[in-house]
C-alpha cells in the first residue's frame, strides 16, 4: 500500500530495507544518514509502489544507494514532486 505523502519517508525507507532485503528491525533500526548500503537496486520496484511514485532509469546513480541518508534524500525529493 502506498505511503501518504505527509508520512515519514524515513520509517518507509527502513520498512523497506527490512521488508525486501530481510534485515532484521534492529539492524534497519541502527541506520543512521551514514549506514553504507550495498547498491539494492530490488528496492526501485518496492519503492515506487510504497511511496507511489515513479523512478526513471536516469534518477539513479551510485550515490542513491550509498547510503542510508543518500536513499531517504532521494526518496523525499521523489515524494515532494
Same mark, same amino acid.
Given at each position: 500500500m502506498p505511503?501518504?505523502?505527509t508520512s515519514d519517508v524515513t520509517g518507509a525507507v527502513r520498512d523497506l530495507l527490512r521488508d525486501v532485503l530481510g534485515l532484521s528491525q534492529d539492524r534497519v533500526d541502527a541506520f543512521d544518514a551514514?549506514?553504507?548500503l =550495498? &547498491?539494492?537496486?530490488t528496492l526501485l520496484t518496492e519503492m515506487e509502489?510504497?511511496?507511489d511514485i515513479l523512478i526513471e532509469d536516469d534518477?539513479?546513480?551510485g550515490e542513491t544507494f550509498e547510503t =542510508? &541518508?543518500?536513499l531517504v534524500t532521494f526518496a523525499e525529493a521523489k515524494?515532494?514532486?
Open positions: 505511503v501518504d505523502r551514514d549506514t553504507p =550495498f &547498491g539494492a537496486l509502489d510504497r511511496l534518477d539513479i546513480d =542510508f &541518508g543518500t515524494v515532494a514532486h
